[in-house]
Nanobody, 125 residues
Framework: HVQLVESGGESVQVGGSLTLSCAIS????????MGWFRQAPGKEREGVAA????????YYDDSVTGRFTISQDNAKNTIYLQMNSLKPEDTAMYYC???????????????????WGQGTQVTVS
């Protein structure tokens, strides 16, 4: 059982920066993969970034490559999403997710994640 709590979402100006946090608690198991997803009104949920806690490997959706950075602080059991050069299209509810999935599906597929946070709203205008 894993519990995730996101924080840091707020309103920010176009071109600004913002950092989201996801606190992880409970039994994480082995080879845990953490993902950041977002969903805007009228749009499907989409994967933004993902990282493996053990290896630190990172992956990004093309829409955020070069602007967003996913990182982890193992001591604090927390992952972060540093967002720079924010655009209006980045406006969405951002969710933190966790999975021990070891199959061949993309880590940006929401269906492979079995733990989700409550979400934190990011508004860029």
């Amino acid at each position: 059982h894993v519990q995730l709590v996101e924080s840091g979402g707020e309103s920010v100006q176009v071109g600004g920066s913002l950092t989201l946090s996801c606190a992880i608690s409970g039994d994480t198991g082995s080879s845990l993969c953490m993902g950041w997803f977002r969903q805007a009104p009228g749009k499907e949920r989409e994967g933004v970034a993902a990282t493996y806690l053990r290896s630190g490997s990172t992956y990004y959706d093309d829409s955020v490559t070069g602007r967003f950075t996913i990182s982890q602080d193992n001591a604090k059991n927390t992952i972060y999403l540093q967002m720079n050069s924010l655009k209006p299209e980045d406006t969405a509810m951002y969710y933190c997710a966790a999975t021990n999935y070891a199959g061949r599906l993309s880590r940006f597929e929401a269906q492979i994640y079995n733990y989700w946070g409550q979400g934190t709203q990011v508004t860029v205008s």
